[in-house]
């Protein structure tokens, strides 16, 4: 069973779509189609009041400190709380006139849509030093689903360069919670960046939708009005509080992470798959079976990422075990 390469999902996680084309009932999926953490951050009991007002002042003030103590953010730059780095994604491109912008690929597809949508020229670039007189650059790092890693100076002076030209470095750094050594969130205070973290994989909390975005206090602040006022829930507030000053639960995460990214890792070596990169949250293999395994898979009930673009390739989620 080929499935049309239009036809593959844009995202993981949906089930319902794989039940459809397999027939099978949601409910005894093995999901492994995202790079979500799978064993959640424990909610904290929340008090009734948080469902019945808008957040205070107060209550965001908390979150942000936290999570710039979290993040490691430079002392100058900017905290912004949004509904999920999707929001950010999408509204980013919509605070910059139309011009040039180059994307580091193959990564998140929904960096070109969103900043073609807004009227930018857009091009994928191989290479870091094909950018040339691209006004907005957009790397992902570590990258999905890749896992690449571009060093932190590298960076650095690529946000130079464009500073220079009144240009904007994105750093899309989604899955480097886990993984933090090549963050740019100590250095997010210097103009012409800006660093989007995202809560929800880490913490494996997607769908209490929170992100952030990290930049020179103009652009931060120039976010904050595009975005609004209570843009993010007191629920998430409450939770992303908690979660970002719970340390113990922060390292005993890595620690389990990345020791079922190594048994991921020998589970899909004993199955013959050749592991080519990835992070602690999701692996990347290459097989020229990658479509009929893709099915095989899904008629099994066990649900995997294929790519449009990459016919050999298959990403796997971290399961829940062990």
């Given at each position: 069973m080929i499935m049309p390469q239009n036809e593959?999902?844009?995202h993981g996680g949906d089930l319902a779509a794989a039940e459809r084309l397999y027939g099978r009932p949601e409910a005894p999926w093995l999901d492994l189609s995202t790079g979500i953490n799978p064993r959640p951050y424990p909610l904290p009991p929340l008090p009734d009041r948080l469902w019945h007002r808008l957040p205070e002042a107060g209550e965001v003030a908390a979150l942000l400190a936290?999570?710039?103590r979290f993040f490691g953010v430079d002392a100058g730059a900017?905290?912004?709380a949004a509904p999920g780095t999707q929001a950010l994604i999408q509204l980013l491109p919509r605070l910059r006139p139309p011009g040039r912008v180059a994307i580091l690929a193959p990564t998140y597809d929904e960096h070109a849509l969103a900043w073609t949508a807004a009227?930018?020229?857009v091009r994928e670039i191989a290479h870091l030093d094909e950018f040339a007189d691209a006004?907005?650059?957009v790397v992902v790092n570590p990258n999905n689903p890749d896992g690449r890693r571009l060093s932190p100076s590298t960076l650095t002076a690529l946000t130079r360069t464009l500073a220079a030209r009144d240009g904007l470095v994105v750093v899309d750094e989604a899955f480097a919670d886990a993984e933090s050594q090549d963050s740019l969130a100590g250095s997010c205070g210097q103009p012409g960046l800006v660093v989007l973290r995202s809560f929800g994989k880490f913490f494996g909390l997607a769908g209490l939708r929170l992100g952030f975005a990290m930049a020179a206090p103009p652009l931060a602040a120039s976010i904050v009005e595009a975005l609004?006022?209570?843009s993010v829930s007191a629920p998430a507030i409450a939770v992303g509080t908690v979660a970002l000053t719970d340390d113990?639960?922060?390292h005993a995460t890595r620690l389990w992470l990345g020791e079922m990214a190594r048994r991921l890792d020998s589970v899909l070596g004993q199955a013959g798959l050749?592991?080519?990169g990835g992070t602690v949250l999701f692996r990347l293999v290459r097989t020229p079976h990658a479509q009929p395994l893709y099915h095989a898979l899904g008629r099994r009930g066990i649900l995997v990422r294929a790519f449009t673009a990459r016919t050999d390739r298959l990403r796997f989620g971290l399961p829940d075990s062990g």
């Amino acid at each position: 069973m080929i499935m049309p390469q239009n036809e593959l999902p844009r995202h993981g996680g949906d089930l319902a779509a794989a039940e459809r084309l397999y027939g099978r009932p949601e409910a005894p999926w093995l999901d492994l189609s995202t790079g979500i953490n799978p064993r959640p951050y424990p909610l904290p009991p929340l008090p009734d009041r948080l469902w019945h007002r808008l957040p205070e002042a107060g209550e965001v003030a908390a979150l942000l400190a936290a999570a710039a103590r979290f993040f490691g953010v430079d002392a100058g730059a900017g905290v912004v709380a949004a509904p999920g780095t999707q929001a950010l994604i999408q509204l980013l491109p919509r605070l910059r006139p139309p011009g040039r912008v180059a994307i580091l690929a193959p990564t998140y597809d929904e960096h070109a849509l969103a900043w073609t949508a807004a009227g930018h020229q857009v091009r994928e670039i191989a290479h870091l030093d094909e950018f040339a007189d691209a006004d907005v650059v957009v790397v992902v790092n570590p990258n999905n689903p890749d896992g690449r890693r571009l060093s932190p100076s590298t960076l650095t002076a690529l946000t130079r360069t464009l500073a220079a030209r009144d240009g904007l470095v994105v750093v899309d750094e989604a899955f480097a919670d886990a993984e933090s050594q090549d963050s740019l969130a100590g250095s997010c205070g210097q103009p012409g960046l800006v660093v989007l973290r995202s809560f929800g994989k880490f913490f494996g909390l997607a769908g209490l939708r929170l992100g952030f975005a990290m930049a020179a206090p103009p652009l931060a602040a120039s976010i904050v009005e595009a975005l609004g006022p209570w843009s993010v829930s007191a629920p998430a507030i409450a939770v992303g509080t908690v979660a970002l000053t719970d340390d113990a639960w922060g390292h005993a995460t890595r620690l389990w992470l990345g020791e079922m990214a190594r048994r991921l890792d020998s589970v899909l070596g004993q199955a013959g798959l050749d592991v080519i990169g990835g992070t602690v949250l999701f692996r990347l293999v290459r097989t020229p079976h990658a479509q009929p395994l893709y099915h095989a898979l899904g008629r099994r009930g066990i649900l995997v990422r294929a790519f449009t673009a990459r016919t050999d390739r298959l990403r796997f989620g971290l399961p829940d075990s062990g």
